[in-house]
């Protein structure tokens, strides 16, 4: 738990030294976010990776995406 805590603080920190100097947040994709690929079976059966609702997020979204490179699920 101490290590989740410190991750905690080193974001805020981290925002709010940001926001102290006057930084403007600006992202930047540079490219398409790997999803993996295969199937994982989970409690509703076997699901293809990315899982349904994740795909619908991301066609949603506007996020430009790939399978691969390896048959894990990489982005949830």
């Known amino acids: 738990m101490h ?6 603080i080193d974001i805020m920190g981290a925002v709010m030294g940001m ?3 006057g930084v403007v947040p600006e992202v930047k994709l540079l490219a398409p976010v ?3 690929g ?5 409690s509703h059966g076997t699901l ?3 899982a349904p609702a994740t795909t619908v997020i991301l ?3 506007g996020i430009p ?3 691969g490179p390896l048959d894990v ?4």
């Open 73 to 76: 699920e990489l982005f949830t």
């Open 48 to 50: 293809s990776i990315p």
């Open 34 to 36: 790997s999803v993996g």
């Open 3 to 8: 290590e989740a805590q410190d991750i905690v």
């Open 19 to 21: 926001q102290l100097v």
């Open 59 to 61: 066609e949603e979204s």
């Open 65 to 67: 995406w790939k399978k």
């Open 38 to 42: 295969g199937h994982v079976h989970c």
